[in-house]
């Protein structure tokens, strides 16, 4: 497992109470609310992460059989803490060791972009579906078209000049060609059915932003090699603070709803 898909220690926890409410908590309404419709009976969810989008499915989906997976252990542990109830397991993407057609809908927020191999893990997805079942999955959008990261990683520039850490940009918000995932889905044997834009609002701190990012994200790894993390985060919330204001603070957030199915 390298450093841009590594979550350790307390890092697990950082994420969930600094970043979960802001960025992944209105996605997970959505996507829960939409899972709702498909009215599932066995739901797969993949990179479950700290099971935000968990205990949506829970609350929406009262009397489905629930799997949540992620591939590193430190998040399952938390996870399985957090939202008890459904199924956990450590499983890769990539891998998994599920039964063929054993489920009617794969989810996925926000963990897809982690995949190195996403045709591969498209293809395991339609594997473990029933056929004509459908997979549901959001990415973000390019980093300037959301509030909160392009603070931080402006604030990161101006701190570290044209040597600050690429991750945010490369990772989490480097898979939103709509033609480069239409042509992924296919490639797993997945028919694509919609790629709609959604920009929903997030609210937060910029303490809570910038220690989330900092220390509950694998950009802490790139930080620690440049200088102290306190250091580091205390300076970052500054430079966010210059750009997103003090005090409680709303933004803009940009993502990609992608649906495909498994054809029948």
């Known amino acids: 497992m390298d450093t841009d898909s590594q979550w350790v220690t307390s890092m697990p926890e950082v994420y969930d109470t600094c970043l979960g409410p802001a960025l992944f908590a209105p996605y997970a309404q959505h996507v829960a609310a939409a899972a709702a419709r ?14 935000i989008l968990t205990a949506e499915l829970l609350r929406t989906l009262p009397d489905a059989e629930i799997t949540a997976t992620d591939l590193n252990p430190a998040m399952v542990s938390w996870a399985a803490g957090r939202v008890p109830g459904p199924t956990w397991l450590q499983a890769d993407a990539q891998r998994l060791e599920l039964p063929e057609g054993s489920f009617d ?13 996403k045709p591969a893990a498209f293809a395991e997805a339609a594997r473990v579906l029933e056929p004509g079942a459908p997979l549901l999955f959001t990415v973000w959008d390019a980093v300037e078209t959301s509030d909160f990261p392009a603070a931080m990683v402006d604030g990161l520039t101006a701190m570290l000049g044209d040597g600050s850490p690429d991750f945010v940009v490369r990772v989490p918000h480097g898979y939103h060609d709509p033609e480069r995932i239409t042509a992924d889905l296919q490639a797993g044997g997945l028919v694509v059915e ?7 609002r997030g609210s937060s701190t910029v303490e809570e932003l910038a220690r989330g990012f900092c220390l509950g994200t694998p950009l802490r790894f790139a930080l620690q090699e440049r200088g102290s993390l306190e250091g580091l985060t205390r300076s970052l919330r500054e430079e966010m603070t210059a750009r997103l204001g003090a005090g409680p603070v709303d933004g803009d957030l940009a993502a990609f709803v992608v649906s495909a199915r498994k054809p029948s």
């Open 38 to 51: 498909l009215a599932p009976r066995r739901v797969l969810e993949l990179a479950a992460g700290t099971g």
């Open 194 to 200: 919609g790629i709609e834009r959604v920009v929903l």
């Open 105 to 117: 809908l794969v989810v996925c927020q926000f963990g897809v972009m982690f995949f190195p191999d």
